[in-house]
């Protein structure tokens, strides 16, 4: 079955520090790997997109890794803000021909604190 | 941000009645779609549109219909509502399927079935 999986579920860190966040998946065949960000109550807001010969993009302070032979990615954000408190969410795309099937994980919640 | 309004953002309704969610946008984007968000699940594809009067079903149709007659809007229908349909609803947009273009979603809409 396809799935990603995310780690940690949730996670508080202070203003200014770094923190790096996982997914896992299985998703076959694969099309490319998104992260998205979401504030409470809002839609979420794409901030990259991976496919497979790229394994490192960056999006201002994110910067996201995919390594496609192990099947693993991670959301590296730098000096945070309380502003990057929200929850990202992996999302893989599963290469269907004509169309592609995203399969989105539960997210990790993400607290910075001052 | 990309134009997509849902309307209402929030709805109370009782089990049995009927509810139709909006989804309207400015971007002229030949792909809409409707996904559930629940807690414990990763957004979950309900229908979406690849154009005027084109639809298909996603991973969690049933008991939903959609309805797609002009490019900027898509519309849920919940025939019937029942109290397992209380989720927020996002609608999303894109460009194209297969070309790694981001899905833009809505700010969603909270629906209560009681």
């Known amino acids: 079955k396809n799935q990603v999986e995310q780690s940690p579920q949730s996670l508080i860190i202070l203003e200014g520090k770094n923190c790096t966040l996982q997914?896992?998946?299985?998703?076959?065949?694969?099309?490319?790997l998104r992260w998205y960000k979401q504030d409470t109550g809002r839609g979420p807001v794409s901030l990259t997109i991976m496919t497979f010969s790229e394994n490192t993009k960056s999006n201002g302070r994110y910067t996201a890794t995919l390594d496609a032979d192990t099947k693993q990615s991670s959301l590296h954000i730098t000096a945070s803000q309380l502003s990057d408190s929200a929850s990202y969410i992996c999302?893989?795309?599963?290469?269907?021909?004509?169309?592609?099937?995203?399969?989105f994980g539960t997210g990790t919640l993400l607290a910075v604190q001052p | 941000d990309a134009g997509i309004t849902q309307s209402p953002r929030h709805k109370v309704t009782e089990t049995g009645t009927p509810v139709t969610l909006r989804c309207h946008q400015t971007?002229?984007?030949?792909?809409m779609y409707w996904y559930r968000q629940d807690p414990g699940h990763g957004l979950r594809l309900i229908h979406y549109s690849y154009g005027v009067k084109d639809t298909d079903k996603g991973e969690v149709s049933d008991g939903y219909s959609v309805s797609r007659s002009k490019t900027e809007d898509f519309l849920l229908t919940l025939e019937s509502a029942t109290s397992s349909q209380t989720s927020v609803y996002f609608c999303?947009?894109?460009?194209?399927?297969?070309?790694?273009?981001?899905?833009?979603f809505g700010d969603g809409t909270r629906l209560s079935i009681l």
């Open positions: 999302v893989v795309s599963e290469y269907g021909g004509a169309t592609n099937k995203l399969i």
């Open positions: 997914c896992n998946y299985t998703v076959s065949p694969f099309s490319n």
């Open positions: 971007e002229n984007h030949r792909y």
């Open positions: 999303a947009i894109s460009e194209s399927e297969v070309n790694n273009q981001p899905q833009h």
